[in-house]
């Protein structure tokens, strides 16, 4: 059924940037720049930043309860796209290589991590990014950062647990936000180093 005339096609029409216009900067003060082109690497690298300065406001108050889903929420967004920014710079660096393979190809690796088999599962996600680093015969991830994220997929496979109330189906817990903010913050930051650990700093033509 075709939409009305004076009905929106949201199939085609772009969304509207009205909310920005209307925001719109018109000094260096509070100014905050939208950058269509920011990449998947440097978009998590803005969720950690968002994390750290979450954490940071912690003051030992009952209230700061309420920060622990939306701080668990960052710290698995930015360990999921660094994991997905790492793969894909790992399928290059093996086309590079001269390795043929089909799934290495970038249009069929965007298709695998927008799936619902992989898409925002941390377990399938790990998985590939370990058989990459095997291909190409770099460091192993290291044990306490798979097992980070293992604990953090058992928490939230789906992506879903940190976003909504009563998602997370698990007891009352006592955390230490410091040490949490630690142990994701040290898992975040070794993938998001993998393809420097690969090429000794080097990256990999048309990477991040």
Known sequence: MEPKASEPDNRTSAPSAELFAVNEATSLSHLIVFDPD???TMLAV???????RLAASY???????????PLLFLWRQAIELSMKAAIRDLCRLRRINGDSDDKLIAVNVNKRLRSSKVG????ALMEELKEHLSAVGGPTMPLEVQETIEQLKEL??????????????VKEARINVATLTETLRHAWLTVHVTIDAVT????????R
């Open 46 to 52: 803005g969720y950690d930043d968002a994390a750290q």
């Open 156 to 169: 939230d496979e789906s992506g879903t647990g940190f976003r909504y109330a009563n998602s997370l189906k």
């Open 38 to 40: 920011m990449s998947e």
């Open 120 to 123: 925002h599962r941390l377990g």
């Open 59 to 69: 003051k030992g108050e009952p209230w700061d309860d309420v920060i622990l889903l």
């Open 200 to 207: 000794n700093g080097e990256g990999v033509p048309g990477g």
